[in-house]
Each structure stands twice: as structure tokens, then as C-alpha cells.
């Protein structure tokens, strides 16, 4: 990426801390803008700070990426608290819509500002280190700053206000005292606002519920961070915090049913519902509260009785596992839908079926099927499905589908039908080198494909393997380090290369594939 003449100045102009008071006060309102983004993105939180708590504007929207870190968010918002009592602030709205923290996201579909202490997902790792205690001298100063700027900042600071913050260097070993001391400074800011919880603020919050900065963000919400979101979406005061998309992972029914209740009814456009295991009774008690949010076009996980929704286009219903029910779950939907997302539901034959002929198989844009076991019961309805999408269908995927060499030479046809296909993933399927070659050749047919992702042949794990192996054996299985693997990477470079295909991405990188780089 080429910087331009204005982000490397803004860069040189926020690398010293120390000069700030020499330009701060001169900086005209059109270069707030690009020191804010110079200091996000070099990780100065005190630079951050301090544009922040004067920002002329009345809007404010931090980019996704590249995403701050879980500092410079913190320095941010304890500068939007002591904004509030800054003549020089303008900010009415802070959007940190699409924002990630910088413990990483769940594989890059949908980055979300994650209020939690713990991984994304399973087996995510995220190691975190408590703060050093502020020392006398330092604490005493985070006590003179702090003092008559003892707003009620608790809705946005539950966000990332978390006991333990992230200890982040930012990979200059040179500013680790800095760093340390700011977030000792920051800890000790924080710890003189008051809360919702602490004595006789609770009367004094309701007292004053003027709303002075709305705040908008994505939110993630599982079983550990749930109080502190419920706390945050219900403390009234000048801060009011606003959910666009809400993820809810692994909580009960009665716990999402009550963040639904909190949520602005006008503001929230995506619910996504994961590894919750809310079953049809859980469905059932959550569909009436839908209808109450008439900006929602993207339903995640839940369905079933959804005719209230006419504005539905986007429905996963990932890891689900109820077989024999998608009929049930999409039969009553009153429009076509454009992105069906259905993996892990141990879809039977009749799901499949019916999938192929329901109003949804012509107009469908993005398809997940992966890890949906597909075989020679199945095939007929893939293929009829494929043949009603070809004209539609950008993004397929199939991995994890136990797609062999003869089950995957039957679908090659229909797979190179879909004419406007423009990612396929069929990663962890038990293909030989030359089922694998099969689909390279098929795939430098397709003018529109642009990215595949294949799986690893057979050929490349360790002896021992099972016959058929699943998707989670590949998955765990090592390769054999004995076999040159370059061999088959050169096999289907050679292959790319001969048909003139430089616009085409061919990889077996699971953990880094993201279909919408080809958006």
C-alpha cells in the first residue's frame, strides 16, 4: 500500500508524544481525520487521546481496517468519556460499526467489537496479562486529570473497561515503559468513574439521562461477557450504546430474549445465534420478538414461522443439526432468499430435496453446504440445485462434504454450469491427486471463478489414514513430511499456468481463505 504525502506527515507529526502541546492547538478541523488514523494505526494512544477528546466533528467513525488495538480502543473511549466535558468536543455519534478487537476474529466473515475476556471461538487463542498497579506518583496524576470529569462513562467504557487489559508493545521494544505507564494511567482513569454499581450512582444516573453520544457497534455476546453488555445497554446517562449487528454465542433463550428487550428497535440489522442449542421451542419463543425490529434483513440461526419477516434475504442456520426440518424452517419465508448459510445441520436426502426445487434455489447468490455428509442418495438433488442457481450462485462451498474422486467427477458438470460462480471452498475432502486434478482442470474453465480452495490429496498425509476419512480426520491428520508436497503444487501451477489463468487464486489454505477477497 502507498501512503500518501498526508498520512506520512500526519505519521511523523504523532510518532513524538512530547510535541504535541506545540500543534495540537493549531490543528484545523480537516487534519483531525488523518492524525486520528496516523495514530490508530502507529498505536499512540496518547495521541489518540487527545484528538479525541477535542474532535471538532460531529460524527466519528473509527475504520476496520487496519484494527486498532485493544489500546488505542481503550485510550479512545476513555477520551470520548472526558470529551463530554470538553468545550472543544463536537462528537454526537461514534461508529465502531465493523470494528474488531485485536485478539483476532472467528476467520474473517464478520469482524465485531468484541466486549469479552476469552477466545472467539473454540480453541482461539488470546493470552491476556494483568496491569501493573498504578504507582503513587502515576496514580496521583491520573487523579488530577481525572477530577471534574466524573461523567457517567460506564455504558461505553463496558465495552472494553474489562478488570485485566491487554498488555500490547506493538512490536517496539523501545516504548514498552511508555505503553506500561499508559495503561497504568488509563487503569487508574477508569477506576475513578463511577459505575452504575457504586453507591448513590445509580440515583444519579437516572437523574440525568440526557444523551449526549450515541455510540453504534457490533457486538459479540457469550455466557462470560454477558452481564457486562446487559450493564452496558442499560445504564442510562450522556453515553448511549447502540447495537447494529448482535452476535449471541452460547447463552440461553431467556438471555437473548433479554438483549433483544434493550436493544433500540430501529437500529439492529443483523442477528447472529451460534452454539446456543435453542432447538425448535427456543425458535419458537424468539420469532415473536423479531417482528419488533423492521430494519432486520439479516437472520442468523433462526427460523421457522418467519413470514413476518418480509425483508429477510441473508438465513444461516449454522450447526443447528436438525435433519429432516428444512422444509419447516424455509418453506413459510415470504421472499426468495440471496445467502443461505447451512453448515453442520445434518441435512438428510429430503432436505436436500427439497432445497433443490423450494423458491430459493433460482435466486440464491452464496451457498454453504460444508460438513453436510453428500453421497450417491444425494447427488441427484446437488445437481438439480446447482442447475437452478447457475445463474445466480457467486459463492459455493462444499468442504467438508466427504466428496470422493467418483462422487466429485458426477458433479464436476453442474459445478461448471454455474456461470457466474466466483469462489468454490472444498477443503477436507477425501480426493486423490488425480480427483484433485480433475477439479483444477474443471475450475481454469470457469471465466468467472476467481478463487478455489482445494483440499490436500490423500497422497500428502502420513500412513494410517482410514479409507474414508472424515473431515475433522483430515483436519487433524498431519502430512507426511517425507513426501515432497511441492509436487503437487507444481501439478496444478503448471496446470494454472497452461491455461492462462493469472486471475485465478488456487489454494489449500483453510485458515486463511475468505471468499469475499474476491467480492
Known amino acids: 500500500m502507498v501512503l500518501s504525502l498526508l498520512s506520512l506527515c500526519a505519521s511523523e507529526v504523532v510518532r513524538d508524544h512530547s510535541s504535541s502541546p506545540c500543534w495540537l492547538s493549531f490543528v484545523p478541523m480537516e487534519l483531525f481525520r488523518p492524525l ?109 486529570e481525572g477530577e471534574g470529569r466524573r461523567t457517567r462513562a460506564s455504558v461505553i467504557l463496558n465495552l472494553t473497561g474489562e478488570e485485566e487489559l491487554t498488555t500490547t508493545t506493538c512490536g517496539i521494544s523501545s516504548e514498552d515503559e511508555l505503553i506500561r505507564g499508559v495503561r497504568r494511567r488509563m487503569e487508574a482513569e477508569r477506576k475513578m468513574m463511577p459505575t452504575a454499581t457504586e453507591s448513590g450512582s445509580k440515583q444519579e444516573v437516572e437523574e440525568d439521562s440526557e444523551v449526549l453520544v450515541h455510540v453504534r457497534a457490533d457486538l459479540f455476546v457469550n455466557a462470560r461477557s454477558w452481564e457486562r453488555v446487559r450493564g452496558a445497554l442499560t445504564t442510562c446517562g450522556p453515553l448511549k450504546l447502540q447495537c447494529r449487528y448482535l452476535r449471541a454465542e452460547e447463552i440461553s433463550v431467556s438471555s437473548i430474549r433479554a438483549l433483544l428487550a434493550l436493544l433500540p428497535q430501529q437500529g439492529l440489522l443483523g442477528l447472529d445465534v451460534r452454539y446456543s442449542n435453542i432447538g425448535v421451542a427456543g425458535l419458537a419463543e424468539l420469532l415473536p420478538l423479531l417482528k419488533s425490529f423492521p430494519a432486520l434483513s439479516s437472520l442468523r440461526k433462526l427460523s421457522e414461522g418467519l413470514k413476518q419477516l ?59 453446504l460444508s460438513e453436510n455428509r453428500l453421497d450417491e442418495t444425494t447427488l441427484t438433488s446437488i445437481r438439480r440445485l446447482l442447475s437452478q442457481a447457475s445463474s445466480t450462485l457467486q459463492h459455493l462451498s ?117 471468499k469475499d477477497m474476491v467480492c
Open 310 to 368: 418480509q425483508e429477510l434475504r441473508c438465513l444461516s442456520l449454522t450447526a443447528l443439526r436438525l435433519p429432516g426440518q428444512l422444509r419447516v424452517l424455509l418453506s413459510s419465508l415470504p421472499r426468495p432468499l440471496e445467502v443461505l448459510e447451512l453448515p453442520y445441520l445434518s441435512l438428510s436426502p429430503a432436505d436436500l430435496a427439497f432445497l433443490s426445487v423450494s423458491h430459493h434455489a433460482s435466486t440464491l447468490q452464496q451457498l454453504d
Open 36 to 144: 486520528l488514523e496516523a495514530s490508530l494505526s502507529g498505536c499512540r494512544p496518547l495521541a489518540v487521546g487527545e484528538l479525541v477528546q477535542r474532535w471538532p466533528e460531529r460524527t466519528l467513525r473509527v475504520r476496520r481496517k487496519p484494527a486498532p488495538n485493544r489500546l488505542c480502543i481503550q485510550a479512545l473511549l476513555l477520551a470520548v468519556a472526558r470529551g463530554l466535558l470538553d468545550h472543544r468536543c463536537a462528537l454526537q455519534v461514534l461508529d465502531l460499526c465493523g470494528l474488531q478487537g485485536d485478539e483476532g476474529g472467528d476467520g474473517g466473515h464478520d469482524g465485531r467489537l468484541v466486549p469479552h475476556r476469552g477466545p472467539l471461538h473454540h480453541g482461539a487463542a488470546g493470552q491476556e496479562r494483568s496491569p501493573e498497579s498504578a504507582e503513587g506518583e502515576e496514580e496521583e496524576e491520573g487523579r488530577e
Open 398 to 514: 462444499l468442504s467438508g462434504c466427504g466428496l470422493t474422486d467418483n462422487l466429485l467427477v458426477l458433479l464436476l458438470p453442474s459445478l461448471g454450469c454455474c456461470r457466474a460462480l466466483r469462489s468454490l471452498a472444498l477443503a477436507l475432502n477425501p480426493l486423490s491427486v488425480s480427483g484433485l486434478m480433475d477439479l483444477v482442470k474443471m475450475a481454469v474453465k470457469m471465466p468467472s471463478l476467481r478463487q478455489l480452495l482445494y483440499p490436500n490429496p490423500l497422497e500428502d498425509y502420513q500412513p494410517g489414514l482410514p479409507e474414508m476419512p472424515s473431515s475433522a480426520q483430515l483436519l487433524d491428520w498431519p502430512l507426511d513430511e517425507a513426501i515432497d508436497v511441492n509436487i503437487t503444487s507444481s501439478q496444478i501451477n503448471r496446470a494454472l499456468k497452461a491455461s492462462g489463468r493469472s486471475d485465478l487464486l488456487l489454494t489449500c489454505d483453510l485458515l486463511n481463505y475468505d
